[in-house]
């Protein structure tokens, strides 16, 4: 029994084959500005540093406040005048001296401010969301590179920073189609683990050909950066 044991382990190492990877962080994230506007603010301290939650980039959003806080003001107006044109509309509507023409011309009236109202609610948060996004926050990730400096003009879809998700790692081998690792234990460094394939792409790589990407999963006890040798064994 122990000689048909050593002859399976024997067997398996023989058949094994190795594969090579970079541990990389399990997420990248190129942070594209979704407007356009002038950059008036960047944390360049924070590149190279994993950040739990920080502006990165400023964008100049001064005019957009001015706008928002007038549109605000003249929101507020606009109901009081629709209230009291209302008011009117309702009092003629009981008073049968009052033409049609009077009634419909003051019901129009109506209608248009409170169209205007309308509009002016819509205006409020497109600017409030233009505001929002002008401010480039991240959560509890690492700044790779930051792209753009203070002073740069950016439109919608510039690249301003690259961001990590470093709570774990990943390695991405390509195996050849005919092989087949089901049921297979993985080895790292000639080291048995229990790591699992995340994924296993049923498609053909379109670089590397005749092969399907397999993804792992690790911990954060492996290195950033360092080749790692894979063995399905």
């Known amino acids: 029994m122990k000689i048909l044991s050593i002859l399976f382990i024997f067997l398996n190492m023989l058949f094994a084959q190795d594969f090579y ?85 003051q019901k129009i009236k109506v209608l248009n401010i409170s169209s205007s109202v ?26 790779s590179n930051i792209a753009v400096k203070k ?21 991405d081998i390509f195996i050849p189609i005919d092989m087949d690792i089901k049921d297979k234990i993985i080895y790292i460094d000639d080291k048995k683990t229990d790591l699992k394939i995340s994924k296993l792409w049923k498609i053909a790589d379109t670089t590397n050909l005749s092969s399907y990407k397999c993804e792992i999963i690790l911990d954060t006890k492996y290195q950033l950066s360092k080749v790692v040798k894979v063995t399905f064994r």
Do not use: C, R
């Open 21 to 105: 990877a970079v541990v990389k962080p399990v997420e990248t994230y190129n942070i594209k500005s979704s407007v356009s506007g002038s950059v008036v603010k960047v944390y360049q301290n924070l590149e190279a540093t994993k950040v739990l939650e920080h502006t990165i980039v400023q964008l100049d959003n001064s005019i957009d406040k001015i706008d928002l806080k007038e549109s605000k003001l003249k929101l507020q107006n606009l109901k009081e005048v629709l209230k009291l044109e209302q008011d009117t509309l309702n009092s003629f509507n009981k008073v049968s001296s009052k033409s049609k023409i009077d009634k419909n011309n």
């Open 118 to 143: 309308s509009d002016l609610i819509t205006k409020i948060a497109t600017l409030e969301d233009k505001i929002a996004k002008k401010t480039i926050k991240v959560h509890n990730l690492y700044i």
């Open 151 to 171: 002073g740069d003009w950016v439109n919608m879809g510039s690249l301003l920073f690259t961001a990590d998700d470093i709570s774990k790692y990943k390695i």
